[in-house]
């Protein structure tokens, strides 16, 4: 048995308590110390002034579990006989009729992710808070397993748990450096001493980024001061008014049209307000604990900036007149450009982890995901939103993460558009065709700081634009029937996409085969100029990314991934006899796809790109005019083509090579709208929305990629232990009865009366006439014919289970 390692959390706040607990339960505790500058256990960070609101529906299926989870724990904790967690449910209101529908969104999300949850009429919502003036709200959504939980009381709970397993709590020692020694962290360094450590988690909070930094780590974490007051008593609260034990009897309310949420604290109301001005935070202006009478969080308050919200919070609840401002502050808490925690191990230092970034809400939830990490070496949730180890490095630049954890902060009630980009800084990351681009007029959304045109204006006049059905005016956000045309030129001509951002990573050594083939699914060992569609799985069989890898030498792969995430494991896992290289920034690519593909491409090289001298699944080196390309004959749209690679500083000349070449057969610039349209129509998975490491490959449909034969690979005694032929569930195609009832992803599937799955992608299929959903169903439901409902803003909108794929099933289009 492997001896228990020497930990060192660091941090005696909701997130470290719970972390130290969630540890002990898995026979981690003898050799866990957990430090703390301040005292137990209120610390002096964002635990100790907590609101405590824990409202678990998030469009994040993860971050609803997370939460789900902490309510389920905190619910089971007491200290002293006195509560942790108060079940007095959640309402969230809607005043405006675009609120309205946010809320029967939000109520998909609950069905989807199996949170409890009903939308309310006015009448409905003033029972339940009698505060409420019935006459401005339209509409609640009712969460009733939501609640107040009291961190403070919480964390102690938690950590008496631990304590009496063996755990250390320290408090009172400042964290002054972490000490490593060949890339391996080896202790923790305080104002009272040294404690050896082979792992150290950083559950700091706000202080987070003065931690990593110790470790050499840069932490895309802004401090942020967030407002929130105390009320005098309130004369309404009078005749039911909460005990001292109870604190709280009305459900936690949101108000978020105008960024506000509400709690009872006994005859007293809460506010916290999201409405003022960005106020980021230098860790250098707080105070240490000890140094001022109040909580180092909890900064003075500045009453200007909650004028505003005073005056919306009593137009809401009336009662409030005759009440004022009793006692505020500013306190702080954490944002990220991203709005997700910073969980898992450092890159660059082995045995330093990150729990950072993570609210009340989503504590012990987050706890658990990480001490499964550490002591099994993987959690059983997907946790790739809030690896620390998912952004591009353009990410971590302090002014970008100061401008995005700023807009964060400002849109964290605004209703957003799951395609909506975010304004600033913008351009940031561009490929050599940008410039062509904007003379054609593209329309640019964003992903992981690169431009992506998702359409193109100058398309505007193609045929088949007026012929395109309309859709929902949600649905019509970030869309334009202009992607239709473009979808239907790719199909019946020939189109060029920009596929630059997409993450290349090349792996060279004599090891690499090996490496490769040990840490994929497929077969990987062909002759050079194979192209192989494969699979990262983890230890339990989970997909963990999927991967397109070209062998362009003996030793030298060229691997399509899909982000940091893989370049990490990658690293990480490295023999000595192995390099890799991310040459996503200095390559750019063109797939240039459709039936006439060929007729524009081969004039242009001496080199053979007929289907008998360049097949299907085939890579080779080329010159396209002067430009020296990597062709690979793929195609994530289901037509003839090639992607085609070439360095950034020839891909200008690339772009115009084929265009000019491509006007005699009226080639377009098409995006990435008509581009998601097109591989749903042949069934194409994108990893991260269809399947995640919660998935295996047979589930996912994706078995056809598996050699079991071939040797051993990364979670192949797990598929071992699967039955490929009948997984309890299906990633299954599903055709809406409605051509205009385009829907986003994320939406519930009911069978009957009950949610039984959920939408991962969608798109109207314009090559086959039809709306289209990808959905997660009990294998039981996924006949094809089956009759099934996709809830959309309410309503229940018919569809059936179709085989796939919709589009060329023969495949005879590609392998013309």
Same mark, same amino acid.
């Given at each position: 048995m492997t001896a228990q390692p020497r930990v060192v959390i660091v941090g005696a706040g909701i997130v470290g308590c719970a972390l130290a607990d969630e540890l002990a339960m898995r026979g981690w505790a003898e050799r866990v110390t957990v430090l703390d500058q301040g005292p137990l256990f209120a610390t002096g960070g964002s635990t100790s002034h907590a609101p405590g609101l824990v409202f678990q529906t998030n469009p994040s299926k993860t971050m609803t579990g997370f939460a789900a989870y902490t309510v389920a724990k905190h619910s089971g904790l007491e200290l002293d006989g006195r509560w942790c967690f108060n079940a007095v449910g959640g309402l969230e209101v809607a005043t405006t009729p675009a609120r309205v529908e946010e809320l029967k969104r939000k109520a998909g999300y609950a069905a989807s992710w199996g949170v409890p949850a009903r939308l309310l009429d006015p009448d409905e919502c003033a029972a339940l808070h009698p505060l409420l003036n019935p006459g401005s709200v339209l509409a609640g959504f009712h969460t009733p397993g939501d609640g107040l939980a009291n961190a403070v009381r919480a964390a102690e709970a938690q950590a008496r748990r631990a304590i009496g397993q063996g755990t250390r709590f320290l408090p009172h020692h400042t964290v002054v450096g972490i000490e490593s020694d060949n890339g391996k962290v080896t202790g923790v360094v305080t104002d009272q001493g040294t404690f050896p450590a082979d792992i150290v988690v950083s559950c700091a909070g706000f202080w987070g980024p003065k931690i990593a930094r110790m470790a050499g780590l840069e932490l895309p974490l802004l401090p942020m001061a967030h407002q929130y007051v105390r009320t005098t008593p309130v004369s309404a609260l009078a005749d039911r008014k909460a005990d001292a034990l109870t604190e709280a009897l009305l459900p936690i309310l949101r108000h978020q049209d105008r960024d506000l949420y509400f709690r009872e604290h006994e005859d007293r109301i809460g506010i916290g307000s999201y409405a003022h001005r960005p106020m980021p935070i230098d860790l250098a202006d707080v105070a240490a604990p000890g140094e001022t009478k109040s909580m180092p969080s909890m900064l003075a308050f500045t009453e200007e900036d909650f004028e505003p919200s005073w005056r919306d919070a009593a137009d809401l609840l009336p009662a409030l007149a005759t009440a004022k401002v009793d006692e505020g502050f500013n306190g702080i808490f954490s944002f990220t450009p991203d709005g997700f925690p910073l969980l898992g191990e450092a890159p660059e230092i082995s045995g330093f982890w990150i729990a950072e970034a993570v609210w009340v809400t989503h504590s012990a939830g987050v706890a658990a995901a990480m001490a499964e990490w550490l002591v099994d070496g993987q959690s059983d949730t997907d946790l790739h939103e809030c690896d620390i180890n998912r952004f591009e490095d353009v990410q971590l630049a302090p002014p970008y993460v100061h401008q995005r954890s700023s807009q964060n902060f400002v849109e964290v009630y605004d209703i957003l558009h799951p395609l909506q980009p975010a304004e600033k800084p913008r351009p940031l990351r561009v490929s050599p065709f940008y410039p062509r681009q904007q003379e054609l007029g593209a329309v640019f959304l964003e992903g992981s700081g690169w431009e992506r045109p998702h359409w193109f204006g100058g398309n505007a006049e193609l045929p088949g634009v /007026?012929?395109? %059905?309309?859709?929902?005016?949600?649905? !019509?956000?970030y869309w334009s029937p202009i992607a239709g045309a473009e979808a239907l030129a790719t199909r019946e001509g020939v189109a060029m996409y920009d596929m630059t951002p997409l993450k290349r990573l090349e792996i060279t050594g004599p090891g690499a085969l090996d490496f490769l083939q040990h840490s994929t699914t497929n077969q990987l060992n062909k002759p050079v100029g194979a192209v192989t569609y494969t699979l990262l799985l983890d230890e339990r069989g989970g997909v963990r990314s999927d991967l397109t890898v070209a062998r362009l030498g003996e030793n030298r792969f060229q691997v399509g991934a899909n982000g940091p995430l893989d370049l990490d494991w990658f690293t990480r896992r490295l023999p000595d006899n192995v390099q890799i290289r991310?040459?996503?920034?200095?390559?750019?690519?063109?797939?240039?796809?459709?039936? =006439?593909?060929?007729?524009? &491409?081969?004039? =242009?090289?001496?080199?053979?790109? !007929?289907?008998?001298?360049?097949?299907?699944?085939? +890579?080779?080196?080329?010159?396209?005019? /002067?430009? %020296?390309?990597? +062709?690979?004959?793929?195609?994530?749209?289901?037509?003839?083509? *090639?992607?085609l690679y070439t360095d950034a500083d020839v891909g200008?000349?690339? *772009?115009?090579? =084929?265009?000019?070449?491509?006007?005699?057969?009226?080639? &377009?610039?098409?995006?990435?709208?008509?581009?998601? !349209?097109?591989?749903?129509?042949?069934?194409?998975?994108? *990893?991260?929305?269809?399947?995640?490491?919660?998935?295996?490959?047979?589930?996912?449909?994706?078995?056809?990629? @598996?050699? =079991?034969?071939?040797? #051993?690979? @990364?979670?192949?005694?797990?598929?071992? +232990?699967? #039955?490929? /032929?009948?997984?309890?569930?299906?990633?299954?195609?599903?055709?809406? #009865? #409605?051509?205009? +009832?385009? @829907?986003?992803?994320?939406? %519930?599937?009911? $069978?009957?009366?009950?949610?039984?799955?959920? $939408?991962?992608?969608?798109?109207?299929?314009y090559c086959v006439g039809a709306s289209i959903a990808y959905a997660w169903l009990p294998a039981t439901a996924t006949e094809p014919g089956t009759r099934v409902e996709v809830e959309y803003f309410g309503e229940r909108l018919p569809a059936r289970v179709a085989a796939e794929p919709l589009f060329d099933a023969a495949m005879a289009r590609i392998r013309r």
């Amino acid at each position: 048995m492997t001896a228990q390692p020497r930990v060192v959390i660091v941090g005696a706040g909701i997130v470290g308590c719970a972390l130290a607990d969630e540890l002990a339960m898995r026979g981690w505790a003898e050799r866990v110390t957990v430090l703390d500058q301040g005292p137990l256990f209120a610390t002096g960070g964002s635990t100790s002034h907590a609101p405590g609101l824990v409202f678990q529906t998030n469009p994040s299926k993860t971050m609803t579990g997370f939460a789900a989870y902490t309510v389920a724990k905190h619910s089971g904790l007491e200290l002293d006989g006195r509560w942790c967690f108060n079940a007095v449910g959640g309402l969230e209101v809607a005043t405006t009729p675009a609120r309205v529908e946010e809320l029967k969104r939000k109520a998909g999300y609950a069905a989807s992710w199996g949170v409890p949850a009903r939308l309310l009429d006015p009448d409905e919502c003033a029972a339940l808070h009698p505060l409420l003036n019935p006459g401005s709200v339209l509409a609640g959504f009712h969460t009733p397993g939501d609640g107040l939980a009291n961190a403070v009381r919480a964390a102690e709970a938690q950590a008496r748990r631990a304590i009496g397993q063996g755990t250390r709590f320290l408090p009172h020692h400042t964290v002054v450096g972490i000490e490593s020694d060949n890339g391996k962290v080896t202790g923790v360094v305080t104002d009272q001493g040294t404690f050896p450590a082979d792992i150290v988690v950083s559950c700091a909070g706000f202080w987070g980024p003065k931690i990593a930094r110790m470790a050499g780590l840069e932490l895309p974490l802004l401090p942020m001061a967030h407002q929130y007051v105390r009320t005098t008593p309130v004369s309404a609260l009078a005749d039911r008014k909460a005990d001292a034990l109870t604190e709280a009897l009305l459900p936690i309310l949101r108000h978020q049209d105008r960024d506000l949420y509400f709690r009872e604290h006994e005859d007293r109301i809460g506010i916290g307000s999201y409405a003022h001005r960005p106020m980021p935070i230098d860790l250098a202006d707080v105070a240490a604990p000890g140094e001022t009478k109040s909580m180092p969080s909890m900064l003075a308050f500045t009453e200007e900036d909650f004028e505003p919200s005073w005056r919306d919070a009593a137009d809401l609840l009336p009662a409030l007149a005759t009440a004022k401002v009793d006692e505020g502050f500013n306190g702080i808490f954490s944002f990220t450009p991203d709005g997700f925690p910073l969980l898992g191990e450092a890159p660059e230092i082995s045995g330093f982890w990150i729990a950072e970034a993570v609210w009340v809400t989503h504590s012990a939830g987050v706890a658990a995901a990480m001490a499964e990490w550490l002591v099994d070496g993987q959690s059983d949730t997907d946790l790739h939103e809030c690896d620390i180890n998912r952004f591009e490095d353009v990410q971590l630049a302090p002014p970008y993460v100061h401008q995005r954890s700023s807009q964060n902060f400002v849109e964290v009630y605004d209703i957003l558009h799951p395609l909506q980009p975010a304004e600033k800084p913008r351009p940031l990351r561009v490929s050599p065709f940008y410039p062509r681009q904007q003379e054609l007029g593209a329309v640019f959304l964003e992903g992981s700081g690169w431009e992506r045109p998702h359409w193109f204006g100058g398309n505007a006049e193609l045929p088949g634009v /007026e012929s395109v %059905p309309t859709r929902g005016a949600w649905a !019509s956000r970030y869309w334009s029937p202009i992607a239709g045309a473009e979808a239907l030129a790719t199909r019946e001509g020939v189109a060029m996409y920009d596929m630059t951002p997409l993450k290349r990573l090349e792996i060279t050594g004599p090891g690499a085969l090996d490496f490769l083939q040990h840490s994929t699914t497929n077969q990987l060992n062909k002759p050079v100029g194979a192209v192989t569609y494969t699979l990262l799985l983890d230890e339990r069989g989970g997909v963990r990314s999927d991967l397109t890898v070209a062998r362009l030498g003996e030793n030298r792969f060229q691997v399509g991934a899909n982000g940091p995430l893989d370049l990490d494991w990658f690293t990480r896992r490295l023999p000595d006899n192995v390099q890799i290289r991310d040459i996503t920034p200095g390559t750019c690519c063109i797939g240039v796809w459709g039936p =006439l593909a060929r007729d524009l &491409v081969q004039p =242009l090289t001496k080199t053979d790109f !007929s289907h008998r001298g360049f097949g299907y699944f085939k +890579a080779r080196q080329a010159y396209l005019g /002067e430009v %020296p390309v990597t +062709a690979l004959r793929v195609s994530y749209v289901g037509e003839l083509g *090639w992607e085609l690679y070439t360095d950034a500083d020839v891909g200008l000349r690339l *772009w115009d090579t =084929l265009w000019e070449a491509g006007q005699q057969h009226e080639v &377009v610039a098409a995006g990435r709208s008509a581009f998601n !349209s097109l591989r749903l129509e042949k069934g194409y998975r994108s *990893w991260g929305a269809d399947m995640t490491a919660e998935h295996d490959p047979y589930e996912a449909g994706l078995g056809f990629a @598996v050699r =079991l034969d071939k040797g #051993d690979f @990364v979670g192949r005694d797990a598929l071992l +232990a699967k #039955d490929p /032929e009948h997984p309890a569930r299906r990633l299954t195609c599903l055709l809406l #009865d #409605d051509p205009q +009832a385009v @829907v986003m992803g994320k939406e %519930p599937v009911y $069978v009957g009366d009950a949610p039984v799955g959920y $939408v991962t992608s969608a798109a109207y299929g314009y090559c086959v006439g039809a709306s289209i959903a990808y959905a997660w169903l009990p294998a039981t439901a996924t006949e094809p014919g089956t009759r099934v409902e996709v809830e959309y803003f309410g309503e229940r909108l018919p569809a059936r289970v179709a085989a796939e794929p919709l589009f060329d099933a023969a495949m005879a289009r590609i392998r013309r």
